[in-house]
Nanobody, 114 residues
Framework: QVQLVESGGGLVQPGGSLRLSCAASGSFFSINAMGWYRQAPGKEREMVAI?????STNYADSVKGRFTISREYLQMNSLKPEDTAVYYC??????????????WGQGTQVTVSS
């Protein structure tokens, strides 16, 4: 079992920056991929950025050049009002259960507004 807790969300003005972190705990062998998704009111959840254990990354077109993902955090720069959403951390973990499983955090609110 893996527990994920996001932190770093908050209120920021357009053009500002935030750094989101995801802390993982539990009985697992390794985290093989980390990702961030977001969901705005009335919208479907969408992928923001993903990083694999080997360091490969993938970004949504809407955040390329502004967001940077690492295994420790999601750095968000040049924030826009349309970035406002609840941001969720996810992780693909291997453990004693014998195969990879996908876990989700509870989310952290990011609000970009003047």
């Amino acid at each position: 079992q893996v527990q994920l807790v996001e932190s770093g969300g908050g209120l920021v003005q357009p053009g500002g920056s935030l750094r989101l972190s995801c802390a993982a705990s539990g009985s697992f062998f390794s985290i093989n991929a980390m990702g961030w998704y977001r969901q705005a009111p009335g919208k479907e959840r969408e992928m923001v950025a993903i990083i694999t254990r080997g360091g490969s990354t993938n970004y949504a077109d809407s955040v390329k050049g502004r967001f940077t993902i690492s295994r420790e955090y999601l750095q968000m720069n040049s924030l826009k009002p349309e970035d406002t959403a609840v941001y969720y951390c996810n992780a693909v973990a291997s453990g004693p259960w014998g195969h990879d499983r996908l876990y989700w955090g509870q989310g952290t609110q990011v609000t970009v507004s003047s």
